[in-house]
């Protein structure tokens, strides 16, 4: 199993960054795929959610109406875009099913003037 995220960058509040994270190692058509971050000194939290058939969504409070997530089945890839970034959402983000698969290396997201 491998999960390799990307995408993540130095962006100025109110800018956009969309995340890839390119999966191996299983079915992933099959699987939920998660968006997952991690801030300093914080815990990770579970910051998206896609079903496997796509069609449902989960997201945090915190980031409704400005992230979204998305799968393409054929690339074994999952996406979060992220939109009118905030500080708040600096932190290194990780894709991940459920959180029972091993964890990739994450990707940096600063956001700051």
């Known amino acids: 199993v491998r999960l390799v995220e990307s995408g993540g960058d130095l962006v100025q509040p109110g800018g956009s960054l969309r995340l890839s994270c390119a999966a191996s190692?299983?079915?992933?058509?099959?699987?939920?795929m998660s968006w997952y971050r991690q801030a300093p000194g914080k815990e990770r939290e579970l910051v998206a959610r896609?079903?496997?058939?796509?069609?449902?969504?989960y997201y945090l409070d915190s980031v409704k109406g400005r992230f979204t997530i998305s799968r393409d089945n054929d690339k074994s890839t999952v996406y979060l875009q992220m939109n009118n970034l905030k500080p708040e959402d600096t932190a290194v983000y990780y894709c991940?099913?459920?959180?029972?698969?091993?964890w990739g290396q994450g990707t940096q997201v600063t956001v700051s003037s």
């Open positions: 190692g299983f079915i992933f058509s099959t699987y939920t």
């Open positions: 991940n099913t459920k959180g029972t698969m091993p």
């Open positions: 896609i079903f496997s058939g796509g069609g449902s969504t």
